[in-house]
Structure formats: C-alpha cells, structure tokens
Antibody, heavy 117, light 109 residues
Framework: EVQLVESGGGLVQPGGSLKLSCVAS????????LNWVRQAPGKGLEWVSY????????FYADSVKGRFTISRDNAKNSLYLQMDSLRDDDTALYYC??????????WGQGTLVTVSS | EIVLTQSPGTLSLSPGERATLSCRAS???????LAWYQQKPGQAPRLLIY???SRATGIPDRFSGSGSGTDFTLTISRLEPEDFAVYYC??????????FGQGTRLEIK
C-alpha cells in the first residue's frame, strides 16, 4: 500500500524559510515521479512542483518559481520542498503526490504551513 | 496555460439521483490527459478517473468519465451518501503546467 507522510510544516514569519519532507513507503520510490500540491484554507488545489524519478526533470508553478526548490533522496525514500522568501499567500496545506500515467495516484495527508507575523 | 472551468459550482442532489459534473478547458487537452479527483472534508484528494474515462483502481463503476478536446464530464450514476464531496478536474501531461479546476461541491439536497 502506498503511504506518504509529510512533515516540516509550521508557523513562519513572512520572508522566512521552511523545508518540508515527505517519506514514502509501500512502493518502489525511485521509479515514480512526484509532485507537491497545496491547498489554501477553504480553497481549491494548486499544483506547486514536479520532480521526475531520477531528478532530471524539475518544474515549478509560476507562483513559487525562484523561491521554492524541490528535491528527492531515493536512498531515503524521501521528497523535499525547500521554501524560501515565504509570503502570506503561501499559507496552505501541502501535499506530496505520486504520479502514474500522468495522474496523481497517491497522496499524503498533508502538512500545514502558516505564514504570518 | 490551460484554464479549467468547472460547473456548476455547487450541485444539490439526493441519494439515488444521477450527478453530472462539467469541466471545460480553455484550450484543447491533447491525449485526453484529464483526471477527476474526489475530496472529502479533512481528507486528501482521491483519484477517480484518468485519461478522461479510465477508472482508477478500486473506484466503483457508478463513477464514469467522458469527453474529449475541451469538454469533459464526470457522471455518478446513482449517488450514495458517501459520494457527497468536492470534485476537481485536472489537466496533466508532459508539460509542466499542471492545472486544476476550481472544484464542484456536491451536496445533499
């Protein structure tokens, strides 16, 4: 069974940084592309970033480009999101999600990031 | 960037009724790279449909997807109490510009 567990969220001031982690189990981690998706309180889903299985392809939404960095460690079955220069509108629940046939087949339960002074 | 517009915003129906949810794209979606997700309160989204019409593993056959090009539909043939949730469509593919629709809330009438 696919299991994804996010961590690292919390309260941070505007302009600050956080690093999110997602630890995976139940599947061959190094064979799957992964994404970060976020959801602001009471709002819809917003794709944030994508990384291919071997980290050769990386993409970001325009809203986070230049501020967020996605990475993975296949030896540790882990996905990361380094978030710098955080803004109020980055406040959201951040999910990691696996990709299969393009669609997002597995999701974690999310970690909450709150940007506020 | 392809914009996905879902309608209606809210759909009020009773258990046993048929639900029809729409997702319209601002440009043609190639290869029918269109997915549908269900999200219940306090839960992560769950993949229902990919490739516009293929059911994901474990999804009941009362859920079906159809459409191509710019117009897509999710149909729930006979609503069960557990189907009342928010539904999102998503465009995916080789492009990095993955987008979601704004969602349709399916509520009990």
């Amino acid at each position: 069974e696919v299991q994804l567990v996010e961590s690292g969220g919390g309260l941070v001031q505007p302009g600050g940084s956080l690093k999110l982690s997602c630890v995976a189990s139940g599947f061959t981690f190094n064979s799957y592309s992964l994404n970060w998706v976020r959801q602001a309180p009471g709002k819809g889903l917003e794709w944030v970033s994508y990384i291919s299985s071997g980290s050769s392809s990386i993409f970001y939404a325009d809203s986070v480009k230049g501020r967020f960095t996605i990475s993975r460690d296949n030896a540790k079955n882990s996905l990361y999101l380094q978030m710098d220069s955080l803004r109020d509108d980055d406040t959201a629940l951040y999910y990691c999600a696996t990709v299969r046939s393009g669609a997002f087949t597995g999701w974690g339960q999310g970690t909450l990031v709150t940007v506020s002074s | 960037e392809i914009v996905l517009t879902q309608s209606p915003g809210t759909l009020s129906l009773s258990p046993g009724e048929r639900a029809t949810l729409s997702c319209r794209a601002s440009e043609n979606i190639s290869n029918n790279y269109l997915a549908w997700y269900q999200q219940k309160p306090g839960q992560a989204p769950r993949l229902l449909i990919y490739g516009a019409s293929s059911r994901a593993t474990g999804i009941p056959d009362r859920f079906s997807g159809s459409g191509s090009g710019t117009d897509f539909t999710l149909t729930i043939s006979r609503l069960e109490p557990e189907d009342f949730a928010v539904y999102y469509c998503q465009r995916y593919g080789t492009s990095p510009l993955i987008t979601f629709g704004q969602g349709t809330r399916l509520e009990i009438k």
